[in-house]
């Protein structure tokens, strides 16, 4: 199986779309001869050439509404939106437009696009340019919503969504885009709305996305030196949520801690505990823990920056807190 | 209603070339005000080039080039008053320096330190809002509320040629025209967002010409003659003062440097323009006319260099030797009154940092 990285794994379920359809194009700003701000789609334009590969204007309004109107034509755009952060200005075009046009129109225009887009503290990029907010688009019916945490994951959640008839805001991590792991040979689509168990444990379920997933499996290690064990679970897709696998995985350990980049108050954790404690309240010997980041907006200075987003060791004492062992 | 006036085409200059372009001179502009702008020059000039060599050392983050925009950015600024606002975006931020701020508050800034936060009020300079144009209607009312209010004061905001593509740009651009808002945009056209070229952003001849469409005057200079911007400005500058509302100068330029320091532009840039752009940068052009002029003595140039030096090596030790911010500085300022359940996130990182 070859190696990839996060960056590599984007790119070549990119291309293996463009290979196979005249239908799936690229567009976004920056992306063509400088190959992206995070250096995605380099080599893409010599491939396919700037019908495919296609620099726009700054106009993040302009660049996902022209997505729609392709995939309301039958195209499957991948629009790529520099930063998270921009999606505020695209806002209307994701939430109003693309979100609604199916259920507006009866069921008869289908929006297949797909909305790449990356954040995420760890670089000092400041409080404009580092947010988490999938949250934001969890809560609007008629999106799908992806962050993939592994090279193999983003290649194979990437592809399906490109395909996915419904609209879609897939969500990279920016200090993720060099971390390696091997994947199949040819490319195997991965569904959505499924999770993936990293790591099987016995005494707490830690359900976690993006760089967390990083930071819970580090967690995990240090936890079973302490004996506890731990069970890694990364949703994947945010939205449909696979509540039976984390369910599932609750009902085993009976103990469970969220964790997320995303700041913790009114977040996507808080959606997992409140499906967690219904659908398992008999089965949790502890109150739920969230991580996540404090509530504040980034700081730019990079000790200030650690301060404000949760790591491993913020994921261990949650996990030492659903086990009573933390001695506060 | 307002009547349609074609925006200029033709590139205002005052500075010749030394040989078949002659020489110009400003009217009301004297001696000492011509060597105050080349002291701006030199001061923005030295303060870029030390940042980028902070950059290097790790001294200060990632830092937003302005080489060779020095001459629209003091010109620009000479040509207003203390009360007008500066709204400038990142390739200004060292705009402030021109109003007394002191160095090391910038460099702070790019250190990310809260000793780089300034008050907005006490060099009437805006914060610097890192997404495209996102400032533009922040200018827009601002100049609009002078107005209101019976002031005198204008407001200029500086912005790039990309930036002419966002959504801000047209509702900022277009409401300060309905509003008659005394507001100068100034438009950085250095022909290139990171790496889009300017022939990708837009299909208008010229970017003064998307000033037809709000109906206001559109205007083009020469970006790398200070004077020439520095006149443009002062004319809508009047213009605004006299209640006639917004102008648009376009100040044509060149990047001749990355965007960034993370960008490398040699996938996309043209190298040799970029070469012959740097020979007639707009420091070097200016101290020319001077010295062609006979108002600059090289005594003179040379104190005021070393001056400039002297600032950013004060500047970035001051920056330096502030103290590491306090933890509760995180929750500050998120709200003007932060509710006391969130005092628990302060609590929870002080117990984390074991200072609490």
């Known amino acids: 199986m070859p190696e990839l990285s996060y960056r590599e794994a984007v790119r070549d379920a990119l291309a293996t779309a463009m290979r196979r359809d005249d239908e799936v194009f690229v567009m976004g700003e920056d992306i063509a001869e400088m190959g992206g701000s995070m250096g995605v789609t380099q080599g893409m334009l010599d491939e396919f050439g700037p019908e495919r590969v296609r620099n726009t204007p700054i106009s993040e309004m302009a660049l996902v509404g022209a997505g729609i109107g392709a995939a309301m034509q039958g195209m499957r755009p991948v629009v790529e939106v520099m930063y998270e952060d921009f999606l505020t200005l695209a806002c209307e075009q994701i939430v109003n437009q693309a979100a609604k046009h199916r259920y507006m129109s009866g069921g008869q225009v289908k929006v297949p696009l797909t909305v790449r887009t990356q954040g995420g503290a760890g670089w000092s990029p400041g409080a404009q340019h580092a947010q988490q907010l999938e949250a934001w688009f969890v809560h609007v019916p008629g999106l799908k919503v992806v962050f993939a945490s592994t090279p193999a994951d983003v290649r194979g959640l990437l592809y399906t969504s490109i395909y996915d008839d419904n609209p879609v805001v897939f969500f990279e991590h920016r200090t993720l885009y060099g971390i390696k792991e091997e994947v199949p040979d040819e490319l195997e689509p991965i569904e959505l709305g499924k999770a993936r168990v990293h790591r099987e444990g016995e005494d707490v379920t830690v359900v976690a996305t993006g760089r967390l997933v990083h930071e819970a499996l580090r967690a995990a290690e240090e936890a079973e030196g302490e004996g506890v064990s731990v069970e890694v679970v990364d949703p994947r897709t945010l939205q449909p949520l696979d509540e039976e696998t984390l369910v599932a995985s609750v009902k085993k350990t009976n103990r469970c801690v969220v964790a997320h980049e995303a700041v913790t108050r009114m977040g996507f954790g808080a959606e997992v505990a409140a499906v967690l404690q219904h659908q398992a309240f008999d089965w949790l010997d502890a109150p739920i823990e969230r991580v996540g980041a404090r509530f504040t907006p980034l700081p730019f200075a990079p000790v200030m920056e650690e301060w404000v987003v949760p790591h491993a060791a913020d994921v261990l004492e949650a996990i030492r807190r659903t086990v009573g062992r933390n001695g506060h | ?356």
């Open chain 2, 1 to 356: 209603m307002a009547q349609v006036v074609p925006a200029e085409h033709e590139l205002r200059r005052v500075i010749g070339d030394g040989e078949s372009i002659p020489d110009r001179e400003v009217e009301g502009l004297g001696e000492a005000d011509l060597l105050e702008l080349h002291r701006s020059l030199v001061l923005l000039r030295t303060y870029d080039e030390r940042s980028l060599v902070y950059h290097r050392q790790g001294r200060i983050g990632t830092y937003a080039i302005f080489w060779n925009h020095e001459a629209m950015q003091a010109g620009a600024v000479h040509a207003l008053d203390d009360e007008d606002w500066i709204f400038p975006s990142y390739r200004e931020s060292a705009i402030g320096l021109l109003r007394g701020m002191p160095a090391s508050t910038v460099l702070s800034w790019w250190r990310g330190h809260p000793a780089g936060w300034w008050n907005p009020a006490d060099y009437n300079v805006a914060s610097i809002c890192v997404p495209i144009a996102t400032h533009v209607p922040h200018a827009a009312g601002l100049a609009w509320g002078k107005k209101l209010r019976g002031e005198s004061a204008c407001a200029l905001v500086f912005f790039g040629d990309g930036a002419t593509s966002e959504g801000s740009f047209h509702e900022g651009a277009n409401f300060a025209a309905v509003t008659d808002a005394p507001l100068v945009l100034l438009c950085n056209n250095n022909q290139w967002a990171i790496s889009t070229p300017l022939e990708a952003q837009t299909r208008a001849e010229t970017l003064a010409d998307k000033a037809v469409g709000y109906g206001m005057p559109g205007v083009r200079v020469d970006g790398a003659d200070v004077l020439a911007v520095y006149e443009a400005t002062r004319e809508a500058v009047a213009r605004a003062r006299t209640g006639e509302g917004p102008t648009f100068v376009e100040a044509v330029t060149y990047r001749a440097a990355p965007h960034a320091t993370a960008d490398d532009p040699r996938a996309y840039i043209d190298l040799e323009r970029v070469e012959e752009e740097r020979k007639r940068e707009c420091v070097g052009r200016y101290e020319a006319y001077l010295e062609r002029l006979g108002v600059l003595e090289p005594e003179h140039a040379e104190a005021v260099r070393s001056e400039a030096r002297e600032l950013m090596r004060r500047g970035i030790a001051q920056a330096e030797a502030e103290p590491p911010p306090d933890s509760e500085l995180l929750f500050a300022h998120a709200f003007v009154d932060p509710p006391a359940s969130f005092g628990s996130d302060l609590d929870e990182l002080r117990r984390i940092l074991g200072d609490g």
